[in-house]
C-alpha cells in the first residue's frame, strides 16, 4: 500500500519552456503532498507544503511565481516550473502524506534537465 | 530555521561490520523519522520515534530517540550488501506537519 505515483520521471526541454509534472497519490487519500528538490548527492529540500483545496505554503527562497502548486483533489498534486531555466535542472520528487504524523510517501521523482 | 545534521556524511564499511550514523537537531523536535534512499530511488520510509528516549528495532536495525529528543541515531549491525543507501533522518516540529531532512549518511559496503 501507500504507492506514490510521479509522473514524468524524465524531462528534456528547452529554456523558456514550462513544464507540469504530476504527483498522485494511488491507494490513499493525501492530505497533504510535499515538493522537494534534491541535488547530486544532497538531502531534499522542503520547496512548498500543499493541502488539497488550498493555497501552498512555500518555504523560503522559493519563488511561488516560478514553482506553481495545484493540489487539486485528495489525490493529486501538480508542479508547474514556468519559463524553466538551465538553472532550473535538478531532481523534482513529491510524497503525500494522509496528514497529522503519518510518514511521507515519495513518488519515484522528476529528473529536469534545460538546455 | 530548524537545522538537521547527520554525521558522517559517508561511511564505507566491509560487509558484516557494523554501521552507525548519528542525527542532530538544533531545536526540540514532536518526532523523528528515517528514510532510506537506494541510489537513483526515493526515499523510504523506515520508521518513526515520538517518545523521549523512545528504542525500536527492525530485524538488524535499531533506532533510538535522544531523551531531550534533539538526537537520534539509526545503527545496523552485520551490514550486508543491501544496506546499501542514503540514509536520511528527518525531524518534525510540534504543531507543524512538514519534515525537515537530515544530510544523510551515503553507506557503501565493501563486499
Known amino acids: 500500500g501507500a504507492v506514490v505515483s510521479q509522473h514524468p520521471s524524465r524531462v528534456i526541454c528547452k529554456s523558456g519552456t514550462s513544464v507540469k509534472i504530476e504527483c498522485r497519490s494511488l491507494?490513499?487519500?493525501?492530505?497533504?503532498m510535499f515538493w522537494y528538490r534534491q541535488f547530486p548527492k544532497q538531502s531534499l529540500m522542503l520547496m512548498a507544503t500543499?493541502?488539497?483545496?488550498?493555497?501552498?505554503?512555500?518555504e523560503q527562497g522559493v519563488e511561488k511565481d516560478k514553482f506553481l502548486i495545484n493540489h487539486a483533489s485528495l489525490t493529486l498534486s501538480t508542479l508547474t516550473v514556468t519559463s524553466a531555466h538551465p538553472e532550473d535542472s535538478s531532481f523534482y520528487i513529491c510524497?503525500?502524506?494522509?496528514?497529522?504524523?503519518?510518514?511521507?510517501?515519495f513518488g519515484d521523482g522528476t529528473r529536469l534537465s534545460i538546455l | 530555521g530548524q537545522q538537521v545534521m547527520q554525521i558522517p556524511q559517508y561511511q564505507h564499511v566491509q560487509e558484516g561490520e557494523d554501521f552507525t550514523t548519528y542525527c542532530n537537531s538544533s531545536?526540540?523536535?514532536?518526532?523523528i523519522q528515517w528514510y532510506k534512499q537506494r541510489p537513483g530511488g526515493h526515499p523510504v520510509f523506515l520508521i518513526q520515534?515520538?517518545?523521549?528516549?523512545e528504542v525500536k528495532k527492525q530485524k538488524r536495525l535499531t533506532f533510538q530517540f535522544g531523551e531531550a529528543k534533539k538526537n537520534s541515531s539509526l545503527h545496523i549491525t552485520a551490514t550486508q550488501t543491501t544496506d546499501v543507501g542514503t540514509y536520511f533522518c528527518?525531524?518534525?516540529?510540534?504543531?507543524?506537519?512538514?519534515?525537515?531532512f537530515g544530510t544523510g549518511t551515503r553507506l557503501t559496503i565493501i563486499p
Open positions: 510524497s503525500a502524506s494522509e496528514g497529522g504524523d503519518q510518514p511521507q510517501h
Open positions: 491507494d490513499f487519500q493525501a492530505t497533504t
Open positions: 500543499s493541502n488539497e483545496g488550498s493555497k501552498a505554503t512555500y
Open positions: 531545536t526540540t523536535l514532536s518526532n
Open positions: 520515534l515520538v517518545k523521549s528516549g
Open positions: 528527518a525531524g518534525r516540529d510540534f504543531g507543524n506537519e512538514k519534515l525537515t
